[in-house]
């Protein structure tokens, strides 16, 4: 069964200061993997995604991930946080077949002017 | 091109009722998924249409239904509305399921509430 573990629930940073939020996953198959945001009263939106084709991947708005499967952590970064960075984020994982995705509890992140 | 939309985007209903949503996927997508957002359960599977075919259903009791017209529109039915179902009741579409990733786009959600 796949499943992901976010390791903190809420991050605070200044603004212009890097950003971490980390996410390990537990996955029977190679994991497809996801990073989605949501805002306030907003639906989600794909950050990134995972292929197989390259273990750091870019995204919007200057995300990036590094998938590491030795360690089955995907974490997400982002070199300087702006104030619009201020949301929740979701750790997704989806097996191949299973037509579906699972997120973990979310990281709401917090900037500070 | 037009998103995920869903309909309605707010509704309130009375314990026993039922409720009918119903969201439109991406020009193109045949694959609709829907999802219950809580703030105690957090973001949980419902179940995924793809051509008219339930190809899988989360752990949720059968007063949760769904079904996918041929034109890929899906709506999902609560029936014996209970308190607990008080949710965001977000739909889901993909393109090609059969694709690796499997990458959905979110609607912007059904805020239910049941009083």
């Known amino acids: 069964a796949q499943s992901v573990t976010q390791l903190d629930s809420h991050v605070s940073v200044s603004e212009g200061t890097p950003v971490l939020l980390r996410c390990n996953y537990s996955s029977s198959y190679s994991p497809s993997l996801f990073w989605y945001v949501q805002h306030p009263n907003k639906g989600l939106q794909l950050l990134l995604k995972?292929?197989?084709?390259?273990?750091l991947v870019k995204g919007i708005n200057g995300f990036e991930a590094e998938f590491k499967k030795s360690e089955t952590s995907f974490h997400l970064t982002k070199p300087s946080a702006h104030m619009s960075d201020a949301a929740e984020y979701f750790c997704v994982v989806s097996d191949v077949g299973d037509y579906k995705l699972s997120f973990g509890a979310g990281t709401t992140v917090t900037v500070r002017a | 091109k037009a998103g995920v939309t869903q309909t309605p985007r707010y509704l309130i209903k009375t314990r026993g009722q039922q409720v009918t949503l119903s969201c439109s996927p991406i020009s193109g997508h045949r694959s609709v998924s829907w999802y219950q957002q809580t703030p105690g359960q957090g973001l949980q599977f419902l179940f995924e249409?793809?051509?008219?075919?339930?190809?899988n259903k989360g752990n949720f009791p059968g007063r949760f239904s769904g079904r996918q017209f041929s034109n890929s529109r899906s709506e999902m039915n609560v029936s014996t509305l209970e308190l607990g179902d008080s949710a965001l009741y977000l739909c889901?579409?993909?393109?090609?399921?059969?694709?690796?990733?499997?990458?959905?786009?979110f609607g912007p959600g059904t805020r239910l509430t049941v009083t």
């Open positions: 889901a579409s993909s393109k090609d399921p059969a694709g690796v990733p499997y990458e959905q786009y």
């Open positions: 995972y292929t197989s084709a390259a273990t």
């Open positions: 249409y793809f051509s008219e075919t339930q190809r």
